[in-house]
T-cell receptor
Framework: DADVTQTPRNRITKTGKRIMLECSQT?????MYWYRQDPGLGLRLIYY???????NKGEISDGYSVSRQAQAKFSLSLESAIPNQTALYFC??????????FGPGTRLTVL | ELKVEQNPLFLSMQEGKNYTIYCNYS?????LYWYRQDPGKSLESLFV?????AVKQEGRLMASLDTKARLSTLHITAAVHDLSATYFC??????????FGTGTSLTVIP
């Protein structure tokens, strides 16, 4: 079984809809991250969390919110999706050396 | 704002040849990471470089870090088709946030 899982893997939604992307991990890491990947821009950090009570904004947090329900679960929400949020979204965890372990990604399309 | 630049962005090379990918970053950092991404897949960790002068090697790939020059290199020796992928470097700012380069798309031609 994969150490970092994401659901859904693909999602098509309409402008203005609320959508939640979920991430679960079995690695036992405290640190979790959400990134988006756009062609030609690499990965950009949206939010990160060092434990259940610690949530921090990343480089591009506007239009997004997160919830850390447990050590193993970190969810990303788009309260009112817009087309320029169409992207590939990755969840990641990190170990004590800060090596990141990525989930398989969620491909989100906002029409 | 921390900037991480990779070059080249696209690289097409013949099997058996050597080449180097460069990663420059704009602020002080002692940690640098290299990742590989196959088409349609997630990212996989290749190397973690934790100090100035660090050198790591795995198979045909070797990574090095010069923190004074704010430069890391990923050297490919005698390329094979299986190395075709996109390679990202990432810099850790203050132990909290990671900034990724735009990636180098490598194609190895038989």
């Amino acid at each position: 079984d994969a150490d970092v899982t994401q659901t859904p893997r693909n999602r098509i939604t309409k402008t203005g809809k609320r959508i939640m992307l979920e991430c679960s991990q079995t690695k036992g890491h405290d640190r979790m991250y959400w990134y988006r990947q756009d062609p030609g821009l690499g990965l950009r950090l949206i939010y990160y969390s060092f434990d259940v009570k610690d949530i921090n904004k990343g480089e591009i947090s506007d239009g997004y919110s997160v919830s850390r329900q447990a050590q193993a679960k970190f969810s990303l929400s788009l309260e009112s999706a817009i087309p320029n949020q169409t992207a590939l979204y990755f969840c990641a965890t990190s170990d004590i050396w800060d090596t990141q372990y990525f989930g398989p990604g969620t491909r989100l399309t906002v029409l | 704002e921390l900037k991480v630049e990779q070059n080249p962005l696209f690289l097409s090379m013949q099997e058996g040849k050597n080449y180097t990918i460069y990663c420059n970053y704009s602020t002080t950092s002692d940690r640098l990471y290299w990742y590989r991404q196959d088409p349609g897949k997630s990212l996989e960790s290749l190397f973690v470089l934790l100090s100035n002068g660090a050198v790591k090697q795995e198979g045909r790939l070797m990574a090095s870090l010069d923190t004074k020059a704010r430069l890391s290199t990923l050297h490919i020796t005698a390329a094979v088709h299986d190395l075709s992928a996109t390679y990202f470097c990432a810099v850790d700012k203050t132990g909290n946030q990671f900034y990724f380069g735009t990636g180098t798309s490598l194609t190895v031609i038989p």
